[in-house]
């Protein structure tokens, strides 16, 4: 099978051709794809060496599927025209996961509305993807109908350039390159992409949307707040939610522990819950700090946690391609 990276050389495709060796997915033949000015280098794959290539050499390879992660504007120009050439994109970015005509998938919750003629399939936000994993299972027993979300991002989520930025500041270089406006060592910046007319971020709103297409459920209320701070990667979330319905602790943490992708990390004797540090290189969501809201009723309280450029990107995005292979949709 042959399989396109598009933007094989940033974080997140680096990433993504990290996750198919060590998930063995059937790659034959590896195309890359990055900007012209990346066109001819060489990158490794399964002690392989593979040059990168214009993406019109990687439409005419026909690879069956192109993992897409060169951002949005890339993704709109580029991705329709690899549909049209009959190849099953899997795109990253948010260009099209509120397209009413494109699937936006989790494969432990909804990879069931996939059909052979999606040809351009959504990768939801890195923060939405975590959040989900752990909700909807409960959401399945108890029904929620509000969220409140804090999150608390890693640097890489924004980029290489944050992620220079943030060690540039650690050694006391000031002259660097910037990918936000204020120092982020030692200091956590409470916007995540672009402000809207309503007072919330984009990052915000995605994670107001995107839950609801991903648990097909539009009645649920979800207002988000979301903080990048200095850590290099995964995200964590503080996630209070109110169900309709009663529910008892224990039962919560049994069917956390038995849902898919889902690992409780919930000790309070030994001090034990979710973090950045345990969660990264894993592909799975870890949930903790497991308590009731005693404010309200029907309301619980949760620390979610999860590496964002695993499951929060490239994991899931190649779970969507094996769920497509396994089903033989492509």
């Known amino acids: 099978m042959k399989v396109a990276v598009v933007g094989a050389t940033g974080l997140v495709g680096s990433k993504m051709l990290q996750v198919l060796e060590e998930r063995d997915f059937p790659v034959s033949e590896l195309l890359p794809v990055a900007s012209e000015r990346s066109i001819g280098k060489e990158i490794e794959?399964?002690?392989?060496?593979?040059?990168?290539?214009?993406?019109?050499?990687?439409?005419?390879?026909?690879?069956a599927i192109a993992l897409f992660s060169a951002g949005g504007e890339t993704s709109l120009e580029l991705a329709p025209k690899f549909a049209e050439a009959g190849i099953t994109v899997i795109d990253n970015s948010s260009a099209w996961r509120m397209d009413a005509t494109k699937k936006l998938v989790v494969p432990e919750i909804n990879a069931d509305v996939l059909t052979p003629e999606d040809k351009i399939v959504a990768n939801p936000n890195c923060s939405t993807i975590q959040m989900v994993v752990a909700l909807n299972p409960l959401h399945k027993k108890y029904k929620i109908n509000r969220i409140v979300v804090s999150t608390y991002q890693s640097v890489s989520g924004t980029g290489k350039k944050a992620v220079d930025q943030l060690f540039n500041e650690r050694k006391g270089v000031s002259d660097g390159p910037m990918a936000y406006k204020y120092q982020i060592d030692l200091n956590a910046i409470p916007q995540i992409d672009v402000f809207l007319e309503n007072g919330y971020t984009k990052e915000e709103m995605k994670m107001v949307?995107?839950?609801?297409?991903i648990m097909r459920d539009d009645n649920i209320l979800v207002t988000a707040t979301t903080v990048r701070i200095p850590v290099i990667g995964g995200h964590s979330e503080s996630v209070n939610v109110e169900f309709d319905n009663e529910f008892d602790i224990k039962e919560v943490i049994e069917i956390l522990r038995g849902a898919p992708g889902v690992i409780v990390q919930d000790d309070l004797v030994k001090q034990m819950y979710p973090m950045p540090l345990w969660a990264h290189?894993?592909?799975?969501?870890f949930v903790g700090r497991i308590r009731r809201d005693e404010t309200r009723p029907n309301t619980l309280n949760l620390w979610i946690v999860s590496d964002n450029l695993r499951k929060g990107a490239a994991t899931n995005a190649i779970q969507i391609a094996e769920y497509l292979l396994k089903q033989d949709l492509l």
Request: cysteine-free; proline content about 3%.
């Open 281 to 285: 290189e894993k592909d799975e969501v």
């Open 209 to 213: 949307n995107e839950t609801k297409k």
């Open 45 to 63: 794959f399964r002690q392989k060496k593979y040059k990168v290539v214009f993406y019109e050499d990687a439409i005419a390879a026909k690879p």
